[in-house]
């Protein structure tokens, strides 16, 4: 049973990662697999590794039928596969991820990806997703919300908030594609109260339209979280 979930998985993901348009460029060869450079040249991707350097395990990256330990503060634990984890996805426009959710409220907090769209799919208990749209022409953001269990399939704009969280009673789990080989990730929470250096707190106190003791406990929580 086990065997035919994870079949499902890359099955239905494969497909849709066939029908998108991934947002990096496309390759210009077969492959591009990284390597490390060292020399402070940057580039808009990574360095090919000679082409008959390269072997299977430039494409592999074992273990993602593993629970993966969720007793974070949030109660989550994404397991990222990208161009830092599997050199060979360098050029080609995907990435995937394992993502784990503790029983009654485990989240994966509001964050975007600023270089990739995302289709979700879960495999175990029940999430409550959902993402907000940009600024309407009213000013308004237009919040977008779903109740997926095993097999359904959700999908997150690139750019826009959005987040996943646990509403069943077990443990959940969902995989998902991303259109990039790096797709990065901003954490909402963490990238306006835990930045280093801090964001000056005035800002903060009138963006949010709180009190200063609010922001300043907040900075200290999540300033502390990201540098420890």
């Known amino acids: 049973m086990e065997g035919l979930k994870f079949v499902l998985v890359f099955v239905v993901l494969a497909l849709a990662s066939s029908f998108a348009s991934a947002s990096d460029p496309g390759p210009l060869q077969d492959f591009c697999v990284a390597i490390k450079e060292t020399d402070g040249v940057f580039v808009n991707g990574k360095f090919c590794k000679d082409p008959e350097q390269v072997t299977a395990n430039d494409f592999f990256f ?7 330990d969720t007793s ?30 503790a029983p009654h409220g485990g989240l994966n907090p509001p964050h975007t990806h600023p270089r990739a769209t995302e289709i979700l799919v879960v495999v175990e208990g029940t999430l409550y997703v959902g993402f907000v749209t940009s ?4 000013g308004d953001n237009r919040l977008i919300t779903k109740v997926l269990n095993p097999g359904d399939v959700f999908v997150f704009p690139v750019g826009l908030i959005h987040f996943q969280l646990n509403v069943g009673k077990t443990n959940a789990v969902a995989f998902a594609s991303l259109s990039s080989q790096n797709p990065g990730v901003i954490t909402i929470a963490k990238a306006v109260f835990g930045a ?21 406990y907040l900075q200290k929580q999540l300033w502390t979280d990201n540098n420890n």
């Open 62 to 68: 074992p273990g993602l039928n593993v629970p993966r």
């Open 72 to 101: 974070s503060a949030v109660g989550s634990n994404v397991t990222a596969v990208n161009v830092a984890q599997i050199p060979g996805l360098n050029t080609l426009g995907i990435s995937f991820a394992r993502i784990d959710f």
């Open 135 to 138: 600024n309407l022409a009213n």
């Open 196 to 216: 280093d250096p801090p964001i000056n707190p005035n800002v903060l106190t009138k963006a949010f339209q709180v009190d200063k003791k609010v922001v300043d």
